[in-house]
């Protein structure tokens, strides 16, 4: 008997529900940083190891610090929570999402994701990626 497919249901979130605090790359130190764009009316990056604070247009991004080339494409999360959610739909063997009929987003993030994210040919290889993202936070702090 095989085991219990690991299942995954789509919360219908988009890649902009997680670009509100991100985590980039400090252009003084080039260690990881925060940038938030919650603050009105510009966006703050703030870097907690050398102490970089300052405020920039909404629009020019930092490099972000979640990125890792596989020899597919690149992965990339803006943050933990973000990279938790691809880590979670690529490790899943049974992968649900709503029928088209009920309201709500059809493009979420995850119907969004490229192919090879999608193929479980390719799912050993993603997800290291994404344990070697993480790794980088928590080694940097």
Same mark, same amino acid.
């Given at each position: 008997?095989?085991?219990?497919? !690991?299942?995954?249901? @789509?919360?219908? #979130?988009?890649?902009?529900?997680? #670009?509100? #605090?991100?985590?980039?790359?400090?252009? +003084?130190? @080039? *260690? %990881?940083?925060?940038? &938030?764009? +919650?603050t009105?009316? &510009?966006?703050?990056? !703030?870097? $907690?190891?050398?102490?970089?604070?300052?405020?920039?247009?909404?629009?020019?991004?930092?490099?972000?610090?979640?990125?890792?080339?596989? $020899?597919?494409? &690149? %992965?990339?999360?803006?943050?933990?929570?973000?990279?938790?959610?691809? /880590? /979670?739909?690529?490790?899943?063997?049974? /992968?649900?999402r709503?029928?088209?009929?009920e309201?709500?987003?059809?493009?979420?993030?995850?119907? *969004?994701?490229?192919?090879? %994210?999608?193929?479980?040919?390719?799912?050993? &290889?993603?997800? /290291?990626? !994404?344990? +070697?993202? +993480?790794? #980088?936070?928590?080694?940097?702090?």
């Amino acid at each position: 008997m095989s085991p219990a497919p !690991v299942r995954f249901h @789509d919360p219908g #979130s988009t890649a902009s529900d997680f #670009s509100t #605090s991100v985590l980039v790359r400090c252009p +003084r130190c @080039d *260690r %990881i940083a925060h940038f &938030e764009r +919650r603050t009105h009316p &510009e966006a703050r990056l !703030v870097c $907690r190891s050398c102490g970089l604070c300052r405020t920039t247009g909404r629009c020019a991004w930092p490099t972000l610090w979640l990125r890792a080339e596989t $020899r597919h494409g &690149e %992965i990339w999360a803006y943050n933990l929570e973000h990279l938790d959610l691809l /880590r /979670r739909f690529v490790a899943a063997t049974l /992968r649900e999402r709503p029928p088209w009929y009920e309201h709500g987003p059809k493009m979420t993030y995850v119907a *969004r994701l490229p192919a090879w %994210i999608k193929c479980a040919g390719n799912r050993d &290889e993603v997800l /290291r990626a !994404v344990d +070697r993202l +993480r790794a #980088s936070v928590v080694t940097a702090d």
